[in-house]
């Protein structure tokens, strides 16, 4: 098999988050959730609808780096209102960063500090109290370091287990996934984040230390390699650019 990196071990993990995920519009903030939404909708969900990031559905997007003006299919427009409809409907799956998650997974994208005079101001809340509480939302974080997974967030922005269990109207509040350059995070029962996998050549010591609270590791395996036409489909028709390299350095899994 060929060499694979840790970039490209990434991206595989998060297509696998919208693996038989369905008709719904794949929201995907950043290079590698761009490249395993495309990499989902060219394997395991031929369904899932891709937008250019602006107003248009493509049914055949184009590589990252290039618009829907030079290169892909359009299929569809959407203008923004739309947008609106879809989140409500949870006709949607979205994959957003953050700047600081806690154990129950409580996302923060809009400053560090007291709201009342931050140190850091971010980029605001966003959709994110939106999201959460209408359909799955999954987190990618591309440094995983114990100033990104904080006891206690800053702002709430992305509402957590503790808090959907605690609120009312709730109901479709769906948490997935954290997949980080280390490791892959689910939710055990309580609604607390634990290890699922850990990437090739990580060990769950490591991940613990670059974490600022407990983690469950009981049954974590190792995140899966993608497979030679996955790797295919990210190194000729997805990336080709080798964007995702930016995000993710170089770094090859042992056993590829």
Request: aromatic share 6%.
């Amino acid at each position: 098999m060929m060499e694979v990196t840790r970039a490209e071990v990434c991206a595989a993990a998060c297509a696998d988050a919208w693996r038989d995920a369905g008709e719904v519009l794949a929201h995907a903030v950043g290079v590698l959730p761009m490249i395993g939404a495309r990499l989902a909708r060219l394997t395991t969900c031929p369904d899932l609808v891709l937008s250019d990031g602006e107003a248009f559905f493509m049914s055949e997007p184009p590589p990252l780096g290039r618009t829907a003006a030079d290169g892909g299919v359009v299929e569809g427009w959407v203008p923004f209102r739309r947008v609106f409809d879809l989140v409500a409907s949870g006709r949607r799956q979205s994959m957003m960063g953050a700047a600081q998650i806690d154990p129950y997974g409580n996302q923060n994208i809009s400053l560090i500090g007291d709201w009342r005079r931050p140190t850091r101001q971010l980029i605001g809340v966003r959709g994110a109290p939106g999201n959460t509480v209408n359909h799955r939302t999954d987190y990618w974080v591309a440094r995983h370091t114990p100033k990104v997974f904080v006891e206690k967030v800053d702002v709430v922005c992305g509402v957590g287990n503790d808090r959907a269990r605690a609120g009312r109207g709730l109901r479709f509040h769906h948490l997935g996934v954290v997949i980080t350059n280390l490791a892959v995070l689910g939710y055990g029962d309580g609604g607390r984040l634990r290890i699922r996998s850990v990437h090739p050549g990580v060990t769950v010591e490591e991940v613990r230390k670059n974490t600022g609270f407990d983690l469950d590791a009981a049954g974590a395996t190792s995140t899966r390699l993608p497979d030679e036409t996955e790797l295919g489909l990210i190194r000729e028709v997805i990336d080709p650019r080798g964007l995702r390299d930016r995000e993710v350095p170089p770094a090859a899994a042992p056993g590829a």
